[in-house]
């Protein structure tokens, strides 16, 4: 990650209040809290209910992400715990056991010296005691990170004893030495005997790939280099093994973020399909893949851990560098959430080719009552009001069959909206013509600003079979939306002065014959249960218990 700042915000947090109530500062006064999560208010009129969002301040990318053989996932992000814009980097934590419920841990690592960040990374666990940290033991822990200082940017690591809860710097740090201050990000997985990291030489549009017995000592392997789209920077690569749809056999896919020149403006990720033998990463072809449509989804990181054969699970940072810094949620004391948790894998596209599907990890866990469903909504339109849930989120999905040839006006639309202010958020797709999706956030006014673009749209052919499916998460603030059973994906924030609590779902212009079936549900609160008699959420309050200084070990 690199810190961006487009238009500079102003507020003040009190260092004892939950929510924002001034003006004048970016900051708080209050020390950085250790050995102890940090409470939060998720009452606000923004603040997401099935997304995780940190407590307080200013969150960006995730790091560090992996499941345990406990069964939890463990989820670090780029945070600063004193200020609602980017800076002061440190690596918050938070805890999950179904990837919706999340449990605020306290600040896992932070930086040695007021003159230093803790930027990007990755966490492995070292069940083998490669590199000897953990004589006795299986689930020990190592965090690898960019340590970002005034003259340069080199790679450290810490190990965890506790399972990834705190962690002891090691003493003969840097692991990776440099006289870049533009080298960072190193994302590590295990392949067959050997440690391997790809990291961003970022401004050289190098990913550099490392490989190591120990994690200790790391040798260069090979580059991949300018390929795809390369905006002015590469970021945050990630490399994975994923399940290809239909096929016993993986694939491997390097995702690379762009920061900023996005086509869009600003930050989004790319990926590449290919094949890798340990050193060398080989894609199948030359073409630059977009992850995501729209203009809310960067720097995805993949959990380590998975199942080797299960799809690959991925969160990412659901804003984008343009305006992150100035959107209205630091009114109610917090800036950026993430995306849905995802599982992915590869699909075979005709006339495309490979392809990546992203789709909502499963959503039983926040899952509510159905408010509204149709097995016959072809050419037809359906209200829902939704005023009454509480969590002012829904699920929704439609199923179309029988479109082909479908004229150019044959269309399946949503629009979400508030009866007080006649504010909108809609989205569509067109069964003839190009086959175009689109996405309009441009009719919600709690939000301006130049580079808040709008308008989003994707073309998605329809299957030759006629066959059509489209879902979707709104969420407070933020909404994403699954085109074709996932092949394509579009992640937007958006900002209503009044809660949009009106869903109404149509088709027009079909052929005889084509049926639509759509379904309503509502999503619970994952917060709600957590919060406190005065409506906070304390997170990990046994955690302090007995927990001395941990910036001593830093």
């Avoid at 083998?128 to 200082?149: D, K, M």
């Avoid at 990412?316 to 560098?321: D, F």
């Avoid at 408010?371 to 909504?377: E, R």
């Amino acid at each position: 990650m690199r810190l961006w700042t487009t238009l500079p915000t102003t507020v003040l947090l009190a260092a004892s209040a939950a929510r924002a109530q001034d003006s004048t500062s970016v900051s708080s006064s209050a020390p950085v809290p250790t050995g102890t999560s940090i409470s939060g208010d998720y009452g606000g009129a923004y603040r997401p209910q099935v997304h995780f969002s940190p407590p307080l301040y200013f969150m960006n990318d995730p790091n560090g992400m992996f499941l345990d053989s406990n069964g939890t996932y463990h989820l670090y992000y780029q945070y600063n715990p004193t200020g609602l814009v980017a800076g002061n980097q440190h690596w918050g934590h938070a805890t999950t056991t179904d990837l919706y419920h999340w449990v605020n841990q306290p600040i896992a690592i932070f930086p040695p010296n007021n003159d230093s960040q803790i930027f990007s990374g990755s966490a492995v666990v070292d069940a083998n005691n490669t590199s000897g940290f953990f004589p006795n033991q299986n689930n020990g822990v190592v965090a690898i990170y960019t340590l970002n200082t005034p003259t340069a940017q080199v790679q450290e690591i810490a190990y965890s004893h506790d399972g990834g809860y705190t962690f002891t710097r090691y003493a003969e740090n840097p692991v990776i030495n440099s006289t870049s201050t533009q080298f960072r990000d190193p994302k590590v997985i295990w392949y067959e005997d050997h440690w391997v990291m790809v990291i961003a030489y970022s401004q050289d549009f190098v990913i550099g790939i490392y490989t190591s017995p120990d994690l200790k000592t790391w040798s260069h392997a090979s580059n991949f280099s300018h390929h795809g789209l390369l905006g002015l920077q590469y970021e945050c690569p990630n490399l994975v093994k994923m399940p290809v749809e239909g096929s016993d056999e993986g694939m491997y896919v390097l995702t690379i973020s762009i920061n900023p020149g996005a086509p869009l403006g600003g930050s989004i990720t790319e990926y590449f399909p290919g094949t890798f033998n340990g050193t060398h990463f080989t894609p199948v072809d030359n073409a630059a893949r977009i992850a995501d449509f729209a203009k809310d989804n960067y720097a995805g990181q993949f959990f380590s851990g998975i199942p080797d054969g299960d799809d690959a699970v991925s969160i990412a940072w659901a804003s984008n560098w343009q305006y992150t810094q100035d959107v209205p949620t630091a009114q109610e004391g917090w800036r950026s959430a993430m995306s849905l948790p995802r599982r992915n894998f590869l699909r075979n596209v005709t006339r495309i080719g490979w392809d990546l599907v992203s789709l909502p990890y499963d959503l039983s866990p926040v899952l509510g009552d159905q408010l509204a469903s149709s097995a016959d909504l072809a050419n037809s339109t359906l209200t829902v009001d939704y005023s009454a849930v509480s969590s002012n989120a829904l699920y929704f999905e439609a199923n179309v069959t029988g479109a082909s040839g479908a004229s150019a006006g044959a269309t399946f639309n949503f629009t979400l909206s508030s009866p007080v202010s006649g504010e909108s958020l809609r989205g569509g797709y067109y069964f003839g013509g190009d086959n175009g999706f689109f996405l309009d956030r441009g009719r919600v006014r709690g939000y301006d600003n130049p580079f808040f673009t709008d308008k989003f749209s994707t073309s998605a052919l329809l299957r030759p079979d006629g066959t059509w499916t489209f879902a979707a998460v709104v969420d407070r603030s933020i909404i994403e939306v699954f085109v074709d059973e996932g092949a394509y994906s579009g992640t937007a924030t958006f900002f209503a002065t009044q809660p949009l609590t009106l869903l109404t779902l149509a088709s027009a212009d079909l052929p005889d014959g084509a049926a639509v079936s759509v379904e309503v549900r509502a999503l619970k609160s994952a917060w709600k249960e957590e919060e406190n008699g005065q409506g906070v959420v304390l997170g990990n309050v046994t955690a302090a218990e007995g927990v001395h200084d941990r910036r001593d070990e830093f």
